[in-house]
C-alpha cells in the first residue's frame, strides 16, 4: 500500500511496539495535519473496538489475525503493515531472508558481504533497523537486506527481487493456526516474484551470504573475507 493511498483515509496503527511507533513518527512526518489514531493492548481488553472507526489499520506483526481483526476486513477494511508500505514506497533492491532457523544469522551475512563491497546497503527487520525509519534515507540505488519472519510476511502482498529460505519447521502454530498456514505465510516471500527474481532455497549462513554476493559480482576474497 503506498502513502499516496493512505490520503485522507482515517488511520489506525495498532500495536505500539517498536515498529508501531516507528510507523507513527513516518506517517506523522509524510502525513502531515492527517488523522492518525493509536490502539495497544496495553490499553485494556477492549483495544480492538477502534477498528470500527478507521478505514486503514496498520497491524504490528505481532498482533495475530484475531476475530475482530478478520470480522473488520471482511467489512470492507484495509488490513496493512509497515512492511507492506515499504515494500510499495521502495524502489531499490530488496533481499529478503526468512526461514525457521538462521535467518538473523543469514541476513547478518549477507549484510556485511554487500558492505564490505562498497555497496549502500541496509539490515532491516528484527534485528536491523525498522524499515520505515530508514525509508528517507535510501534511494533506488540502495540495497536493503530486509529479515522477514512468518508475522510479516502473512500479509505480505509483493515479494522481493531475491527471497532467501533457510528452512522451514513447525514454529508459532498458535499465531497461525496450523502447519499449512505457517508456510503459506513464509512461501509469501516468493509468491510474488516474476520472471526477474531470485529464489534461493535450502540454503544458510555463509552459503545463502556466497550465494548472494556471487549475484552482485562481490569477488571472492571480499565475500570470504565478510563472512570471516
Known amino acids: 500500500m503506498k502513502l499516496k493511498d493512505l490520503e485522507k483515509k482515517r488511520i489506525l496503527i495498532l500495536g505500539?511496539?517498536?515498529?508501531?511507533?516507528?510507523?507513527?513518527?513516518?506517517?506523522?512526518?509524510?502525513?502531515?495535519?492527517?488523522?492518525?489514531?493509536?490502539?495497544?493492548?496495553?490499553?485494556?481488553?477492549?483495544?480492538?473496538?477502534?477498528?470500527?472507526?478507521?478505514?486503514?489499520?496498520?497491524?504490528?506483526?505481532?498482533?495475530?489475525?484475531?476475530?475482530?481483526?478478520?470480522?473488520?476486513?471482511?467489512?470492507?477494511?484495509?488490513?496493512?503493515?509497515?512492511?507492506n508500505i515499504f515494500f510499495s514506497e521502495f524502489r531499490g533492491k530488496i533481499i529478503g531472508v526468512t526461514g525457521t532457523k538462521g535467518k538473523s544469522t543469514t541476513a547478518s551475512l549477507i549484510y556485511e558481504v554487500l558492505k564490505n563491497s562498497g555497496l549502500d546497503v541496509y539490515l532491516l527487520g528484527n534485528i536491523g533497523q525498522p524499515s520505515l525509519e530508514v525509508l528517507d534515507k535510501i534511494n533506488e540505488n540502495s540495497i536493503v537486506v530486509y529479515e522477514l519472519s512468518s508475522f510479516q510476511l502473512a500479509d505480505l502482498t509483493k515479494s522481493p527481487h531475491i527471497a532467501v529460505i533457510t528452512n522451514i519447521y513447525p514454529e508459532h502454530l498458535d499465531w497461525h493456526g496450523s502447519f499449512e498456514d505457517y508456510k503459506k505465510a513464509k512461501e509469501n516471500i516468493f509468491k510474488y516474484q516474476t520472471g526477474k527474481d531470485i529464489l534461493i532455497q535450502g540454503k544458510s549462513g555463509p552459503e545463502a551470504a556466497r550465494a548472494v554476493g556471487k549475484i552482485f559480482k562481490v569477488p571472492q576474497e571480499k565475500i570470504s573475507q565478510a563472512i570471516k
Open 16 to 83: 505500539m511496539g517498536r515498529e508501531g511507533k516507528s510507523t507513527l513518527k513516518f506517517l506523522k512526518k509524510n502525513l502531515r495535519g492527517q488523522s492518525i489514531g493509536i490502539s495497544d493492548k496495553k490499553d485494556g481488553p477492549n483495544y480492538l473496538d477502534k477498528l470500527n472507526k478507521f478505514d486503514v489499520v496498520v497491524k504490528s506483526p505481532g498482533i495475530p489475525y484475531l476475530p475482530e481483526i478478520k470480522k473488520a476486513k471482511n467489512e470492507g477494511k484495509i488490513i496493512t503493515s509497515s512492511t
